[in-house]
């Protein structure tokens, strides 16, 4: 059973940047397809990007609500992936999730059952 611990999450300014980790505690990591999603209260979660390892490569995927601004990038060999956050902005304002899948799907890869696998979630407050 992979484990998925997520940090970096914390206050910035408007403008400013983060970059969050989500170390898995397995070595087969880099079978995983991951992704990071997003949830304010009240809401469900929302899917920003994904790090995907299809049979063609690995590829990125994004949401357009974060495109050009949120990088996902993987280590395999520190089983960490990571979503680097630029020019943030209050409406970013929430706790975000890593998320793990050994069977991923482009289709699918926004719907939160896609992924077998999620971490416990680290804060971002965005004050403006």
């Known amino acids: 059973q992979v484990q998925l611990v997520e940090s970096g999450g914390g206050l910035v300014q408007a403008g400013g940047s983060l970059r969050l980790s989500c170390t898995a505690s397995?070595?087969?990591?880099?079978?995983?397809?991951m992704a990071w999603f997003r949830q304010v209260p009240g809401k469900d979660r929302v899917f920003l990007a994904a790090?995907?390892?299809?049979?063609?490569?690995?590829?990125?995927y994004y949401a357009d609500s974060v495109k050009g601004r949120f990088t996902i990038s993987r280590d395999n060999s520190k089983s960490t992936v990571y979503l680097q956050m630029n020019n943030l902005k209050s409406e970013d304002t929430a706790v975000y999730f890593c998320?793990?899948?050994?069977?991923?799907?482009?289709?699918?890869?926004?719907?939160?059952?896609?992924?077998?696998?999620w971490g416990q979630g680290t804060q971002v407050t965005v004050s403006s």
């Open positions: 790090a995907a390892v299809e049979w063609r490569g690995e590829r990125t």
């Open positions: 397995e070595d087969s990591f880099r079978s995983y397809s």
């Open positions: 998320a793990a899948t050994r069977s991923f799907e482009v289709a699918t890869m926004t719907w939160e059952t896609h992924y077998t696998h």
